[in-house]
C-alpha cells in the first residue's frame, strides 16, 4: 500500500511539473507579444551565399517569433524559457540581399506561406523566413529609418 501511495505522488508532481512548464511557455510568449508588434519569423545565421553553394536541406533554421522595439528586431526562439531575445538586429546594420522561396527540404523545415529573405548583419549573412504579410511589414519597418541612416532593401 505504500509504494502505491508513493507512486500516486510522484505522478501528482510530475502532472504539475508539466502543467507549471506549459504554463510559463505560454506566459512568455503573451510576455513577448504584449510589449511590441510580433510576428513569426525562422531564422538561420551564418547561412550559405546562394552564389557559392546551394544548402536546401532545411538544416539550420530555427522557428521563433520577431519582435519590433524601436530602431531594433529581436528575435526569440518559439521552443525556449529564456526570457531575453537570442538574436538583436539593428535596422542600421541590416542590408537585405535576396528574395526567394523555400527549396528542397526547406519547404518542410518552413511555414507553409514562408519568404526566405537573405540579409547581411554587421558581416553575417542570415536568412530570414516569413510570411508574405510580415516580409511587406518587415521592408516597410526597414525602409522607414530615420533620415540619415544607411538602408539597403534589395
Known sequence: MPMILVLLVCGLVLIALVLLGLFVFGLRRR??????????????????????????????????????????????RVFSYAPRPRRVLERASIEVVDRRAPDGEEELALLSDAVVLGCLHRGVRLELAMSEDALTGFLAWL???????????A
Not at 525602409?143 to 532593401?153: K, S, Y
Request: charged share 25%; glycine share 14%; proline share 7%.
Open 31 to 76: 510576455l513577448i507579444q504584449r510589449s511590441g508588434g510580433t510576428f513569426d519569423c525562422s531564422l538561420r545565421w551564418n547561412a550559405p551565399d546562394p552564389a557559392e553553394e546551394s544548402d536546401t536541406s532545411g538544416k539550420g533554421w530555427g522557428y521563433g517569433v520577431a519582435r519590433y522595439n524601436g530602431d531594433r528586431v529581436e528575435w526569440f
Open 143 to 153: 525602409e522607414a529609418a530615420p533620415p540619415g541612416q544607411r538602408v539597403n532593401v
